[in-house]
């Protein structure tokens, strides 16, 4: 046979195959193949359209993809929202990296300050004492204060003054010893206490252990975080019988949802901030770490919890 017949051929058997291979379509009705390319996908799709529609046919886009998901809520380096009687943290960034405590150190303070020291015992301001960084209180060198007062003005003013009393009255070495054995026996792995105040960078610990924190003090000594709900406190000098009057520099303090919290700066913490809230019968807890606006950052994340969780979008975008 010769090579025109045997391509004669060839061409006869290929067109029998492709007839052979096509879907039986009515009349008028020529079968196409067009190529559709979905984001990350190359499909091709065969589909059976009149034979006098244009050859392009435009086919229904997929739905979008959904936008990423993100924790960034805030821009806080370290934060966290828990639901306190849960211990259920709800969002959270940064929770288990290590932070200078600042302030927030005077929660553990106040803790053991009320466990070792009886209420009825009168403790002395010292000048050392009255001479450490700080003003609030207005102390002066050789006053005498109750134990729950001298609380009250370390957690309210956070007044460095009272922490540096405190921790003369108990010895400095045993105050360490006591906080640092609190925190072992609640779980705080990642926390060190190194002195009274938070003046010291080596005060350290996390937004997770800080919630184990919150809890213990919530239900062992709840007024610690009652004073600090209030927008001010009155202090009783026992020497001369005199009142003060001591102002909150909590910016919450008095909100009708704030059930109370601490506040910390130093240089090398930033602004940190640990709050309560009631929010529908759940109380939460919030830590904002290293922000440069604390209080801003935490109205963002009970916004977030607002819109997010508590009218059930719950959506981190």
Same mark, same amino acid.
Request: hydrophobic content about 45%; aromatic content about 8%; charged content about 20%.
């Given at each position: 046979?010769?090579?025109? $017949? +045997?391509?004669?051929?060839?061409?006869?058997?290929?067109?029998?195959?492709?007839?052979?291979?096509?879907?039986?379509?009515?009349?008028?009705?020529?079968?196409?193949?067009?190529?559709?390319?979905?984001?990350?996908?190359?499909?091709?799709?065969?589909?059976?359209?009149?034979?006098?529609?244009? *050859?392009?046919?435009?086919?229904?886009s997929?739905?979008?993809?959904?936008?990423?998901?993100?924790?960034? =809520?805030?821009?806080?380096?370290?934060?966290?929202v828990?639901?306190?009687?849960?211990?259920?943290?709800?969002?959270?960034?940064?929770a288990?990296?290590?932070w200078?405590? *600042? $302030?927030?150190?005077?929660l553990?303070?106040?803790?053991?300050?009320?466990?070792?020291?009886?209420?009825?015992?009168?403790?002395?301001?010292?000048?050392?004492?009255?001479?450490?960084?700080?003003? *609030?209180g207005?102390?002066?060198?050789?006053? =005498?204060?109750g134990?729950? #007062? +001298?609380v009250?003005v370390l957690?309210?003013?956070? $007044?460095?003054?009272?922490?540096?009393?405190?921790?003369?009255?108990?010895?400095?070495?045993?105050?360490?010893?006591?906080m640092?054995?609190?925190?072992?026996?609640? %779980?705080?792995?990642?926390?060190?206490?190194?002195?009274?105040?938070?003046?010291?960078?080596?005060?350290?610990?996390?937004?997770?252990d800080?919630v184990?924190?919150?809890?213990?003090?919530?239900?062992?000594?709840?007024?610690?975080?009652?004073?600090?709900?209030?927008?001010?406190?009155?202090?009783?000098?026992?020497?001369?019988?005199?009142?003060?009057?001591v102002?909150?520099?909590?910016?919450?303090? %008095?909100?009708? #949802?704030?059930?109370g919290g601490?506040? %910390?700066?130093?240089?090398?913490?930033?602004?940190?901030?640990?709050s309560?809230?009631?929010?529908?019968?759940?109380?939460?807890?919030t830590?904002v770490?290293?922000?440069?606006?604390?209080? +801003?950052?935490?109205?963002?994340l009970?916004?977030?919890?607002?819109?997010?969780?508590?009218?059930g979008?719950?959506s981190?975008?």
């Amino acid at each position: 046979m010769s090579e025109r $017949s +045997l391509k004669v051929v060839f061409a006869i058997v290929v067109l029998l195959l492709v007839v052979a291979g096509r879907d039986v379509v009515p009349d008028g009705v020529e079968q196409r193949v067009f190529e559709y390319t979905a984001p990350g996908t190359a499909t091709i799709i065969t589909q059976s359209i009149p034979s006098d529609e244009p *050859a392009v046919k435009i086919l229904p886009s997929p739905p979008p993809l959904p936008p990423p998901v993100s924790t960034r =809520v805030v821009s806080a380096p370290i934060y966290l929202v828990a639901d306190l009687d849960k211990k259920e943290s709800i969002v959270e960034h940064g929770a288990v990296k290590r932070w200078p405590l *600042a $302030s927030i150190t005077k929660l553990m303070t106040a803790a053991i300050a009320l466990e070792e020291i009886n209420e009825d015992e009168v403790i002395t301001v010292s000048e050392d004492a009255w001479r450490t960084e700080g003003t *609030a209180g207005n102390f002066l060198p050789g006053e =005498v204060f109750g134990i729950h #007062d +001298l609380v009250r003005v370390l957690i309210v003013a956070s $007044s460095n003054d009272a922490g540096i009393t405190i921790a003369e009255f108990l010895g400095p070495e045993r105050l360490r010893a006591l906080m640092n054995s609190k925190a072992h026996v609640l %779980g705080m792995r990642e926390t060190y206490f190194e002195e009274a105040t938070g003046l010291s960078v080596l005060n350290q610990s996390t937004a997770k252990d800080l919630v184990l924190l919150v809890k213990y003090i919530r239900e062992k000594y709840p007024e610690i975080f009652s004073y600090s709900q209030l927008a001010e406190v009155s202090i009783l000098e026992l020497r001369s019988g005199e009142s003060r009057m001591v102002k909150n520099i909590n910016l919450f303090a %008095g909100s009708q #949802d704030f059930l109370g919290g601490k506040t %910390g700066y130093i240089n090398e913490s930033g602004g940190n901030l640990i709050s309560l809230f009631s929010r529908s019968g759940v109380t939460l807890v919030t830590v904002v770490l290293g922000s440069d606006d604390r209080f +801003l950052e935490t109205r963002k994340l009970l916004q977030w919890f607002d819109k997010n969780i508590l009218y059930g979008a719950n959506s981190l975008n």
